[in-house]
């Protein structure tokens, strides 16, 4: 088992990753909670849910199973983990158990934050692309006109990453996953970058993938470490999200999953650093590389007005600017603002290039 401290402004937290150690849960909490409240969606907590509640025999142990997928962040599920908290009679020493994906552990996340002005959760990403959403502790639910508008920083007690589980994944949650992983090893490391793009996404090895995670949470908790609120280099973990998060919405929360609204956006960040700084970034590769894992690149019928419009919900935003981050080269991440006019023409070269390559298969 591995484990990664990561320091947060309110205490440090425990990043517990390998295999199995959903059934060990129970050693690795160290505090004693009054009563125990497991969130998780249908499909997780049908594989999984029991395997957690056996850790806690003496304990008031309760259950608030959600809809699977991205819909339910909303306020709506929002209210209803906070009644069934009330109505289970939590208390300022009940504990939050998230146990699912980015999904499971963003919802629970806010509700913890939230009830009784914030009591402990423990995030228990998974999904690959949860290694991201489970450290760093934002927490927040969907707004019809934009992600994750609702939401605030508040850190988990521990993370506990049992890797076994990651074994049902569906291919299209793999596929969304490792978008995270691109977007880390875009911002911060080309070794692990063409790593990645050597991986076949159907047949990656459980050891292969272990270091890949391992190697992404690195790099996530010596951002949030350095810039938990996102102030200046945590907006850097946002590569690929002005145009991801926009999408997401444009085409109705679920249509796409994060990581395939992602992995578009961080094609969208290569094409638009190309033309800002006229020098040559892994357009190319990285588009050969999504293709081949079938990921869905056929956003070709975009009206760039209303994608605009939802970029500017982004909390980069500042003066009703788009702030996009842009990479100078592979580790060089920079913020930079982009007017509508010239977003409009990025957007539409971008699409023109999508069609093209299409045309060519
Ligand atoms: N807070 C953050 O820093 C952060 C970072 C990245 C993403 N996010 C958020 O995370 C969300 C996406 O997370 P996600 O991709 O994990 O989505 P998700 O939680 O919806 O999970 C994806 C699918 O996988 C299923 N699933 C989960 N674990 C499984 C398992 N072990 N075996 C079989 N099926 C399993 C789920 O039921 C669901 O159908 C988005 O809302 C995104 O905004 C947050
Ligand atoms: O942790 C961060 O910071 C990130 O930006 C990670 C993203 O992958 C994640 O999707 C995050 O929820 C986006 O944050 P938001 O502030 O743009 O909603
Ligand atoms: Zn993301």
Do not use: C
Not at 75 to 101: K, N, P, V, W
Not at 150 to 169: C, M, N, R, W
């Amino acid at each position: 088992m591995e484990r990664i401290l990561v320091k947060a402004s309110k205490h440090s937290y425990p990043i517990f990753i390998g295999e199995n150690i959903r059934f060990r849960l129970n050693k690795l909490i160290e505090k004693k909670y009054s009563s125990i409240l497991i969130v998780s969606d249908e499909k997780v907590a049908e594989l999984y849910v029991n395997d957690i509640v056996t850790n806690f025999p003496d304990e008031k142990v309760f259950q608030s199973i959600i809809p699977v997928g991205e819909q339910s962040k909303r306020l709506e599920y929002y209210y209803q983990l906070q009644t069934d908290a009330i109505q289970f009679g939590l208390d300022r020493e009940s504990l939050i158990i998230a146990l699912g994906g980015g999904v499971v552990g963003d919802l629970a996340g806010f509700a913890a934050a939230t009830y009784m002005r914030g009591i402990d959760y423990i995030q228990m990403p998974t999904t690959i692309l949860a290694h991201d959403s489970s450290v760093g502790g934002k927490v927040a639910i969907n707004h019809e006109l934009g992600k994750n508008l609702i939401g605030s920083f508040y850190p988990p007690a521990a993370v506990v990453y049992d890797t076994q589980s990651l074994e049902t994944l569906s291919e299209k949650d793999i596929r969304s996953g490792y978008a995270e992983l691109v977007k880390e090893a875009l911002i911060a490391d080309e070794v692990f970058f063409n790593k990645l793009l050597n991986v076949n996404l159907i047949n990656v090895k459980n050891n292969q993938l272990e270091e890949h995670l391992s190697a992404g949470i690195k790099i996530k908790s010596s951002v949030v470490e350095i810039d938990e609120q996102e102030s200046g280099v945590r907006k850097n973990l946002n590569l690929g999200h002005t145009l991801g998060h926009a999408l997401e919405a444009e085409l109705g929360y679920g249509e796409i999953t994060h990581g395939e609204a992602v992995a578009i956006g961080l094609l969208f960040s290569l094409h638009v650093s190309e033309s800002t700084f006229s020098s040559k970034l892994p357009y190319d590769s990285t588009f050969q590389w999504l293709k081949k894992n079938n990921y869905p690149l056929n956003i070709l019928q975009l009206n760039e007005d209303s994608i605009i419009k939802k970029m500017k919900t982004d909390k980069k935003t500042l003066n009703n600017t788009i702030q996009m981050v842009l990479l100078k080269e592979i580790g060089k991440p920079i913020v930079q603002e982009i007017n509508d006019y010239d977003m409009k023409i990025y957007l539409k070269s971008f699409t023109k290039k999508l069609e093209i390559a299409s045309l060519v298969e």
